[in-house]
C-alpha cells in the first residue's frame, strides 16, 4: 500500500512540472460553429471547458443512407432503434459534457461512415474511434484518410479472429506499428483473460498509445477478481498504456451509485495516475433501464474522495482531450 501511495506522489509531481496541454486539433470554434451545434447562448470556451465523454456509440433508424451489416446483425439487435447526436445531447449536456469520442458501432462493422459524417456534422464536438480491416493491402492509405477525417483510435475486438491470434497477425502487426507512427491509438475491447496478449502486444510495440476499454472488462462476471485486476494493472509498466474507467452498468453489482467499483478504481488511479485514465459513459447502455448518464459521471466527480480537483480535471477532461482531441501528422 505505501508503494502505491509513493509512486501516486511521485506521479503527481512528475506531472505538475509537466506543461500545461492545450487543445490542438481545434482552434477557436466559430459563432456559426456554435450556432451550428445548437449552443446560441454559450462561448465556444464552454465547449472546451467542458467534460469529455471518451466513449459513446451512436446510430440511426435510417438503414437505408447507413446500413447495418447484415451478414451478422439483424435490426433486431439495435436496441435501442435509435442514437443519435441529438439523443445523446439531451443526456450528457445536462452533465456538463460538451465533447465526445465516438466508438464505431459494431452494427456498421467497417463501414464508418456514420460516424464520419457525424463528426463533420459537428465540428469540434466529436472524435471517434473507427474499425478498420486490418488485413486490407491498403491499410495504411485507410488509416490516413480516416485520420483525415477525425478518427483518432482504432477499435480491435473479437470480430471473426480470437485474441491470441493477434500476436502471430501480420495485419495486426501493421496496424500497430502504423497507429504508434501516426499518434493514433488502439482501442481493444477485450475480457480479463485477453489481457495477456495485449501485454505482450504491448510490449513489441512500446511506442503505439493503448486504450483499453472499460478495465479490460475485469467485473463483468459480478464481482471484481483481484487476479484480474492484477493483470491489468501489470500494463500500467507500459508508458503508453491507458485505460478507460467506464461502462459501470456493466461491472461489478451493476447497480447505481456503483460505489462496490470505488475499490477498483482507487487501484487504478494508484497505478496508472490519473493522466492515464479517463472517464466514459458507454452510452446508450449506460443510459437503459435503472441505469442513467448523472449516475456515472458522479461516481468519479463526486464519490471519488482521494482525488484532488486537478486529477479528477484529468479523469473528466484532459487525458481524453490529450489522446484523442490532439493533431496528428
Ligand atoms: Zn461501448
Known sequence: MSRQISRRVFLRAAASTAPLFTPKLFSEPSRAHADEVGQKNETPSAIESGWIDAHVHVWTPDLRRYPIDKSRYSVRDMKPPSFTPQQLFAECRPAGVQRVVLIQMSFYNTDNSYMLDMIKEHPGVFSGVGIIDHTAVDLTRQVRSLAAAGVRGFRISRRGQEVNQWTGDSGMAKLWETAGNKNLSICPLINPSDLEVVDQLCTRYPETRV???????????????????????????????????????????????????????????????????????????????????????????????????????????????????????
Open 211 to 329: 486504450v483499453i476499454d472499460h478495465f479490460g472488462r475485469v467485473g463483468i462476471s459480478g464481482e471484481i477478481i483481484p487476479a484480474e485486476l492484477n493483470a491489468l494493472c501489470r500494463l500500467a509498466r507500459h508508458k503508453n498504456v491507458y485505460v478507460k474507467t467506464s461502462a459501470f452498468y456493466a461491472l461489478g453489482q451493476k447497480n447505481p451509485p456503483y460505489k462496490d467499483l470505488l475499490p477498483m478504481l482507487n487501484r487504478v488511479v494508484d497505478e496508472f495516475s490519473p493522466q492515464r485514465l479517463m472517464w466514459a459513459s458507454d452510452c446508450p447502455y449506460q443510459v437503459q433501464g435503472k441505469h442513467d448518464y448523472e449516475s456515472s459521471i458522479a461516481l468519479i466527480r463526486d464519490h471519488m474522495d482521494s482525488l484532488s480537483q486537478s486529477e479528477r480535471n484529468w479523469m473528466l477532461r484532459d487525458t481524453a482531450e490529450k489522446v484523442f482531441f490532439a493533431k496528428v501528422s
